[in-house]
Each structure stands twice: as C-alpha cells, then as structure tokens.
C-alpha cells in the first residue's frame, strides 16, 4: 500500500519557472525525503526532512514540512530542462519507505 | 565510489520460465532492498535485508519469489516461475545502517514477460 499522495500527477511548466509539487501522508513519521527519477533510471535522493524540521534548502530546492496537516512539499526554483523527471515523495513505516505514485515534471525549453 | 550495480538492465523472457537479478550494493552498506516498480507507480518494497538477515519479506509473493543474500554483499532476486503480471521494473537499493534513512538506487532491471 502506498502513505504519500503527491500532487499534481502531471505538471508542465516553462524553463525559469518555479515548480510546487505536494505530498499528502496518513499516518506519523520520523522523517519524508524527496527522491527524483529520470525515465528509465534509478532514483536518486534530493533531501530528507525529519519530523521536528518545518523547512529544509538545498541549492534550487526547498522542502516544506507541515505535520499538522501531514503534508510536505518540493519546490524547485528556476526550473532547468534537465529538472524533468518523475518526484517522488517517501516516507518511513516501521523501518521502510513507503512511496507515492508520484508527480511527472516536465520543463519545456 | 561506485554506485549500486544491477545485471542484467534488461530481460524478455516467456510466461512460465523463471529469470534471476542480480545487485551489488555500495560497498559498507549493510541494509539492501529490493522493490519492484509497477508502469506509473512508485517503487513497493518487497525485502529488506539487514546484512545476510532478510528482515522484512512481508511483500515478497513467496509461492514464486525468492531472493538470498549469502554473506551479507550481493543479493539474487529469482521469480520461478514468471508470471504476464510480474512484468516491471525491479529496483535495489542499499543503504549504511538500518531504518528508513537515505537509500541509493541502482538503475533497476526492466522486465517484460510474454
């Protein structure tokens, strides 16, 4: 079964925009981390926000943790081409991850 | 550093004939997994390995899957035998320590079965 819900399932946007991703969770956790996937590839992490954390950077990203409304979210600052890829949000049960179905990004040059 | 290494990266095989992946994780990591990606979907855990210990086959479907990790490095994932369904995409990934902390993917396996 899946925890995280990320939304939207599709996003387009153009170079230079910011793009917001979201991610709903049910159940309490110890940390969510964001991971990214370009087609055909493995995933590759992009940041982990432990419970007691409400916002984390990290170069052109920022996350955000809300655990009152078991939520977070992913944005990318001045989105590239090469920012295309599937996101994915997880987040921890009883020693897993568990991910979403995650959001398809697509940056339009 | 390498990276998490995975064979083959493709396999066609036909319904009924079995078929084996292979990982080697980042060398030191002692926790492995292994997850299988539907079309669309996020990667489902199916094991999870602390050293040669699987710790978490819950997920595992084991009338058909089976998966060792003989002295706590590598790890085979086998499917005897394949089913039109179990066509995905067949992820490991390794981590340093256990829990849900930072995992390493390898580049998965694609698998299409006829």
């Known amino acids: 079964s899946q925890q995280g819900e990320e939304d939207p399932q599709a996003l387009s946007i153009q170079e230079g925009e910011n793009a917001t991703m979201n991610c709903s969770y049910k159940t309490s956790i110890n940390n969510l981390q964001w991971y990214r996937q370009n087609s055909g590839r493995g995933l590759v992490h992009l940041i982990l926000?432990?419970?007691?954390?409400r916002e984390k950077h990290s170069g052109r990203l920022r996350v955000t943790l809300d655990t009152s409304k078991k939520s977070s979210s992913l944005l990318i600052t001045a989105s590239r081409a090469a920012d295309t890829a599937s996101y994915f949000c997880a987040t921890d049960r009883q020693g897993n991850l568990i991910f979403g179905k995650g959001t398809k990004l697509s940056v339009k040059p | 550093e390498a990276g998490v290494v995975q064979s083959p990266r493709y396999k066609i095989i036909e319904k009924k004939q079995p078929v084996a992946f292979w990982c080697n994780p980042i060398?030191?990591?002692?926790?492995l997994y292994w997850y299988r990606q539907n079309l669309g979907q996020g990667p489902e855990l199916l094991i999870r390995?602390?050293?040669?210990?699987?710790?978490?086959d819950s997920q595992l479907p084991k009338d058909r899957f089976s998966a060792e990790r003989l002295k706590g490095v590598d790890s085979t994932l086998k499917i005897q035998p394949a089913e039109l369904g179990d066509s995905a995409v067949y992820l490991c990934?390794?981590?340093f320590g256990r829990g849900a902390e930072t995992q390493y993917f390898g580049p998965g396996t694609r698998l299409l079965v006829l």
């Open positions: 990934a390794s981590s």
């Open positions: 390995y602390e050293n040669e210990e699987a710790v978490d």
């Open positions: 926000i432990r419970s007691n954390e």
């Open positions: 060398s030191g990591h002692n926790t």
